[in-house]
Nanobody
Framework: VQLVESGGGLVQPGGSLRLSCAAA????????MSWYRQAPGKERELVAT????????NYDDSVKGRFTISRDSAKNTVYLQMNSLKPEDTAVYYC?????????WGQGTQVTVSS
């Protein structure tokens, strides 16, 4: 079982990035898929969740209207489209998959928003 994030990098304020989370060893449509982030010196926080059915999507208030979580079941990949990025979005972003007693994490990808 593996989750591999990609797409992070350095971007200017107001810019966009799309993070990808490729899953192997399980089917993402069976799991609730989420993106978390952890800034230096802070606790890890939930950014967005897409339910296994695809019918429920939740966002943290700090990213509502700017970030969009989605999935491509054919590619077994989850995405986080991030627009209008702010310096406070700087963090390591982690992909998470949860179902029943199974809870998987990726290794994280760094997002830095700075001019």
């Amino acid at each position: 079982v593996q989750l591999v994030e990609s797409g992070g990098g350095l971007v200017q304020p107001g810019g966009s990035l799309r993070l990808s989370c490729a899953a192997a060893g399980f089917t993402i449509s069976t799991y609730d898929m989420s993106w978390y982030r952890q800034a230096p010196g802070k606790e890890r926080e939930l950014v967005a969740t897409l339910s296994s059915t695809g019918r429920r999507i939740n966002y943290d208030d700090s990213v509502k209207g700017r970030f969009t979580i989605s999935r491509d079941s054919a590619k077994n990949t989850v995405y986080l489209q991030m627009n209008s990025l702010k310096p406070e979005d700087t963090a390591v972003y982690y992909c998470n998959a949860k179902w029943w007693r199974y809870d998987y994490w990726g290794q994280g990808t760094q997002v830095t928003v700075s001019s």
